[in-house]
């Protein structure tokens, strides 16, 4: 640390490890922003809670004992963020009073509000939709899933076949009644 007119500075005294810091996000940050799209249903708010999440991995990551289970350790700093950005929303919306639908609807809402697979999902819990996105729409393996939300594999398992139980009684109703 150096004293500059009074105030604390930081240096950066381990220019290796930001090196090694970029080295493993690089990678991981597109299955993250994937990740966020699938939990927000925003492309703007996926790129926040992406950056935010890379912020606070970057701040945490003198904490992270194996560096080989980044992107499980990564994708659940950037779950925590969505369901922050969700949160967020919400109190937004019922401190300032905005009406809950708007007169104008943005072809992007007619598109996801069109698609009955979204709305199921958007009807599930946090860590319902968090089990079925890291499964189905990044590909991973039930390990690192459960890795990610900080689950058994059998209770990784359970929770993702309860999630697609309760998927499919909404998906078959809703494509009755087109």
Known sequence: ????????????????????FTDLLSPVVDSGYRLACAMLHDAHGAQDAVQEASLTAWRKFGRLEDRARMRSWFLGIVANECRNARRRKWIAGVT?????????RSAEERVVAGADLRRSLARLRHRDRLVVALFFYLDLPLEEVA???GDSVGATR?????SIRRLRPDLATEEGLQ
């Open 96 to 104: 300032l009073g905005l009406p809950g639908k708007l007169s104008v």
């Open 158 to 162: 359970a929770r993702l076949y309860r």
């Open 147 to 149: 890795a990610t939300v």
């Open 1 to 20: 640390m150096q004293r500059v007119a009074g105030v604390r500075a930081l240096t950066v005294p381990y220019a290796e490890s930001e090196q090694a």
